[in-house]
């Protein structure tokens, strides 16, 4: 999918023979904010035009659970995880328990801890896969490449460890475009993306893996259903807006309710 820019306006002059006729033609690309600012896996730059997914609206919405209100376990142990916590042959099996909610506890020094509430019943595959990963120590040390202020907090690409200094400066071609070694389908978005909302980043259909991001303000308005939302964050909504290009994600640890 691609990333949300500014709506541009194209002039346009028009000459002919010895008469000059000069007309401006303002071409309006309608592209809302989010479309034109939009999430990507691709790329970290706002430029791009948006790629086509195949998630889409669910005809009726499932509620925010609260997890605040639910007993969890002890983090998760690794479950089979490869020997290279970044390569994966395959998409995950299922692994959690899908009648469960599932609680992501992500630290960044500096800034602090994020508690996402996951779940299942939004989107069983992807709250399956995060876990996975996530268990599995794949976000440890990975930083966030993408910050756009009042908007989203993007990261999950292993390619960028290293390759994301802090403003202004931009992160290297290296970065923005990697992922976990597989590939999984789009599901249907049943949930809107207010403030808080945990979605895969992709870059089209059916290409999400291990990048996401975290709404910094209410995108309700700002984005298509084109991206896997499965939870929301249940506390450490303040330290959001205060994560900085470059900062690092020292883990995510997750935990099963009980």
Same mark, same amino acid.
């Given at each position: 999918m691609g990333q949300p820019g500014n709506t541009r306006n194209t002039p346009l002059l028009i000459a &002919?023979?010895?008469?000059?006729?000069?007309?401006?033609?303002?071409? &309006?690309?309608?592209?809302?904010?989010?479309?034109?600012?939009?999430?990507?896996?691709s790329t970290p730059s706002a430029s791009s035009a948006p790629a086509t997914s195949t998630a889409t609206a669910a005809s009726s919405q499932v509620p925010y659970a609260d997890c605040t209100t &639910?007993?969890?376990?002890?983090?998760?142990?690794?479950?089979?995880?490869?020997?290279?916590?970044h390569v994966y042959p395959n998409v995950p099996g299922m692994s959690i328990d899908t009648t469960k909610l599932y609680?992501?506890?992500?630290?960044?020094?500096?800034?602090?801890?994020?508690?996402?509430?996951?779940?299942?019943?939004?989107?069983?595959q992807t709250v399956n896969v995060f876990v996975t990963l996530a268990r599995n120590h794949f976000y440890d040390g990975i930083p966030w490449h993408r910050v756009v202020s009042a908007f989203v907090i993007q990261g999950g690409d292993p390619s960028c460890i290293g390759n994301v200094p802090a403003l202004p400066a931009t992160p290297s071609a290296a970065c923005g475009s990697g992922g976990p070694g597989f590939k999984f389908n789009d599901e249907p978005v049943k949930q809107q993306y207010v403030n808080g909302s945990i979605a895969m980043a992709n870059?089209?259909?059916?290409?999400?893996?291990?990048?996401?991001?975290?709404?910094? &303000?209410?995108?309700?308005?700002?984005?298509?259903?084109q991206y896997n939302l499965f939870g929301k964050v249940a506390s450490g909504l303040d330290v959001v807006p205060k994560v900085q290009q470059g900062d690092v994600m020292q883990s995510i640890t997750v935990t099963e309710q009980q």
């Open positions: &002919a023979g010895t008469v000059i006729v000069a007309a401006i033609v303002a071409v &309006a690309v309608g592209f809302n904010h989010a479309a034109n600012s939009g999430v990507d896996r &639910a007993t969890f376990g002890s983090p998760l142990a690794p479950l089979n995880p490869p020997s290279d916590v609680e992501a506890t992500i630290t960044t020094p500096g800034r602090g801890t994020i508690v996402v509430c996951l779940q299942p019943n939004l989107a069983p870059s089209g259909a059916n290409t999400n893996g291990s990048q996401f991001f975290i709404s910094s &303000a209410d995108n309700t308005k700002n984005l298509q259903p």
